[in-house]
Every structure is written in C-alpha cells, then in structure tokens.
C-alpha cells in the first residue's frame, strides 16, 4: 500500500519547464521578395523571366525608353538585335535605337540622317566664320606692317630731328611693338626724323 501511494503521488507531480524555451517568441517568417516587372514585359503586358533579355536594359522606372523603341522598331526585332550581340555591347546597342527611334520620331523622313547634317551645317557655318576672322587678323596685321614700313622710310629721309622730334620719337617707339622695331631697325635712328615731323614745326 505505500509503495502504490508513493508511485500515485510522484506520477501526479507536473514537469517543469525552463523560463526560457516558455518566453521566446517564434522567429518571423522571411520577407517575401516581390519581383517588379520590365518596362518591356509591362508594357508587353507578359510575365516577365527571370532571365529576361530586355530586363537589363529597360527598367520599370523607365518606361518611356522602351515605348520609343517598340514604337519603330518592334519588340520582336529589339528581342533579335540583343540576342545577336554579346553582353557587352547590348547596352551601346540599346542607347542607340532608342536614339534612331526620337530621332525618327521627330524627323519621320530624315531621322538621324538629318540631325547628321544640321550639325554638319553649324560645323561649316562656324569654320567659315573662323576663317574670315583669321583673314580679318591677317590684314590688320598686314596694314600694321605697312604703316611702319611707310614711316620708316619718312624717318630715314629726314636730315636731324629737333629735341621737340626726338621726344616725339621716343612717345612713338615706346608705342610700337619690340617686334617691329626688330624687323624696321631704323626706328632706332634717332637722326632720321627731320622729315616725317617736319611739317608739323614749319
């Protein structure tokens, strides 16, 4: 008889669990990744792959750029170029056919052929203008030249310069670039300027 009370009453006791495996809370679910669509296959209105050939190129943010695109060349044939081309260049390959397609979309009969020459216009229209700048510089120099030139042969007549002519003399050089005075040595005569300022004493 004890020893059944015994087993009753150790049978009857609960177990006890650690405070710890009681109070932690389960660990939350993983987020769930959504996946937004291609500017291509949203505008296709298709499942977009994961290993979709216009993903890389057309992003949902810009829808604009595949609308260009689709509208002159065609999805099919943009899906084409791509697949033709390795990775490298797609995205060149990409830039320029929405490029062509603005280009064709605002110029329906040109394109970029006539972008081209309208900025092969302005290119000669500004050459041509450089040119007759260059040309404007070359005979004003040209002028300059022969103002000394004419003025060095008036010094080299004149028979002895008064002080009133050597100081007007010394003001002229002192205005006159080094260079010509290297190229006309005779500005540095100070005897020859009795006959160009001669008329202005008489």
């Known amino acids: ?10 049978s009857s006791t609960p177990l ?15 987020a769930a990744v959504v996946l937004s669509p291609c500017a291509a296959c949203k505008i296709l209105r298709r499942r977009c792959a994961e290993k979709c050939v216009l993903a890389p190129y057309f992003p949902p943010t810009e829808p604009a750029k595949f609308t260009i695109a689709h509208r002159v060349f065609g999805a099919s044939n943009i899906i084409k170029f791509l697949q033709e ?3 490298s260049q797609r995205a060149d390959a990409v830039s320029s056919m929405v490029y062509e397609a603005s280009a064709r979309i605002r110029d329906p009969v040109y394109g970029c052929a006539g972008a081209i020459c309208q900025l092969q216009k302005q290119v000669n229209e ?4 450089l040119a007759k700048a260059q040309a404007e510089v070359v005979n004003m120099q040209s002028q300059q030249a022969h103002l000394v030139a004419l003025i060095c042969m008036e010094m080299s007549q004149s028979p002895q310069a008064s ?3 050597s100081q007007l003399h010394d003001n002229f050089t002192s205005a ?3 260079s010509h005075l290297q190229a006309n040595p005779c ?4 005897n020859n300027l009795g006959s160009l300022w001669e008329p202005l004493w008489t």
Do not use: G, R
């Open 1 to 10: 008889m004890e020893c059944s009370d015994t087993n009753t009453t150790t």
């Open 16 to 30: 006890s669990h650690s405070p710890s495996s009681s109070s932690s809370p389960p660990p939350p679910p993983p």
């Open 85 to 87: 081309l390795p990775e």
């Open 176 to 178: 006159v670039p080094h």
């Open 126 to 129: 500004l050459q041509a203008q």
């Open 187 to 190: 500005f540095l005569d100070d």
């Open 163 to 165: 002080p009133q002519q």
